[in-house]
């Protein structure tokens, strides 16, 4: 996930506390028990790649693992996929649709600050930088959880009626600049075709959630995150003589200042959420000079293409006229990372039984509000439907408030959490093969 993000409220969806009856309720059963045994195989994988982190387009040993293991199940597999993807095929014992299930595998460019026997001590290159490297967002809890529910599932596929895929992804916290990657290449190299998905669904784990929980939203439920540049280009001068040059750190910090009011003053928040940042300032290389230019550098948040639309020409606008007044110029360019994380409401509403049926209890099932943070799962739901979950993973009883948030060095997960993922992706797609195949 591009940043540490925060469930802004959510709603219960029925105040029963009995799931509803499953239509797939014996496969449903088999399956929970089974995702039960897994409990201690899914904690030591997340263990050992928590210990193991890489960065983006380069989980190779991550990837080997994977693939050691769908292979010793006898699932298809694929690997080389966007880079260190792996694809797994797994074919049921009678004809029917297709699923796809999806785990991120890439860690981040933060050093760990936790006291854990599996504690991170790696060290890799980013941006030039030699940095540390830390599973701060859950993916080793993703890809642990899927090659559980990839076991659990092949030990019931006889009675599978389709095809299960077990999409393993690269780099969904980015690339490096110059680098392709992530859920976009993996669907530009046929990640959904041969054999063609019908549906796709994906969880992430979520340390301010309770263990034993589950939430989602139906439509936009993560927003669309665009990387914004604007280079503001004036007049050097000696700093003691401002009056010689038109000064670009000025005018860069009235043009900060002035994105503000894009979201404040301009936008209809009654609507949606949105979002401008700017995140990085760079200009000048010594205290008593007036740089010819300064970059700044940020993200865009939305939950709606219009109001998108509308942000980036609002953004163009304020920039190019506040550089102008200044007698100074500003180039500006916008460019999409990732769309509308968007849970089609059909699906959506077909799956809402198995999400209870998974829980065990229908009111540890809630809906949310969307949430500004992206994520590149949104691609493959371009192309078919999709739906994404959240997973709880904070110990029961403590106060959100005081657990360390996702893209932070003292991230933490509770493990107990992780049998609840296994289950709820295996029961996601045997339901809706069985509900799609009749």
């Not at 993807?85 to 999806?102: C, F, M, S, W």
């Amino acid at each position: 996930m591009k940043i540490a993000y925060a469930l802004l409220t959510t709603t219960l969806l029925t105040s029963a506390t009995v799931a509803p009856p499953s239509p797939n309720a014996a496969l449903d059963a088999r399956i929970a028990k089974l995702a039960a045994q897994e409990e201690a195989k899914v904690i030591a994988w997340r263990r050992d790649i928590h210990e193991h982190p890489e960065l983006g387009n380069h989980e190779t040993r991550t990837a080997g693992i994977v693939a050691a293991h769908l292979k010793s199940l006898g699932i298809e597999v694929q690997t080389g996929v966007a880079r260190t993807g792996v694809v797994g095929i797994l074919r049921g014992g009678k004809p029917g649709p297709v699923v796809a299930l999806r785990a991120d595998m890439d860690g981040l460019p933060v050093t760990e600050s936790n006291s854990l026997p599996f504690v991170s001590k790696a060290r890799a290159t980013y941006n030039g930088q030699e940095v540390g490297v830390m599973h701060a967002c859950g993916h080793d809890s993703h890809v642990a959880m899927l090659m559980g529910a990839a076991e659990v599932l092949s030990q019931v596929k006889k009675d599978l009626p389709g095809t299960v895929k077990f999409i393993f992804q690269p780099a969904e916290e980015g690339s490096l600049p110059g680098e392709e990657g992530g859920a976009k290449l993996m669907v530009k190299e046929g990640a959904l075709e041969n054999p063609k998905v019908d549906a796709i669904f994906g969880v992430h784990i979520q340390a301010q959630t309770e263990v034993g929980k589950l939430s989602y939203r139906s439509g936009g439920e993560m927003a669309s995150s665009d990387v914004f540049n604007i280079v503001v280009k004036g007049k050097s001068a000696h700093g003691a003589y401002p009056w010689l040059a038109v000064d670009p750190v000025v005018t860069a910090a009235q043009i900060i200042m002035g994105l503000q009011t894009i979201v404040s003053r301009q936008t209809e928040l009654t609507s949606d959420a949105a979002v401008i940042t700017v995140g990085m300032v760079h200009g000048g290389v010594r205290n008593n000079i007036i740089p010819e230019q300064v970059e700044l550098t940020g993200t865009i948040r939305t939950l709606d293409k219009d109001m998108q639309q509308k942000i980036w020409a609002a953004i163009r606008r304020t920039a190019t006229n506040i550089a102008e007044s200044a007698g100074a110029t500003a180039d500006v360019s916008i460019q999409n990372y990732a769309p509308v994380t968007y849970n089609n409401p059909q699906l959506t509403e077909l799956m809402l039984p198995s999400l209870r049926t998974a829980a065990g209890n229908a009111d540890k099932v809630s809906m949310q509000k969307a949430v500004t943070g992206a994520e590149d799962f949104a691609f493959f739901q371009e192309k078919v439907p999709g739906l994404f979950v959240f997973v709880g993973g904070m110990s029961k009883g403590t106060d959100p408030a005081t657990t360390a948030p996702h893209h932070t060095a003292g991230f933490m997960l509770d493990e107990s959490g992780f049998t609840l993922g296994v289950k709820t992706l295996a029961t996601l797609a045997a339901d809706y093969l069985a509900l799609k195949s009749k």
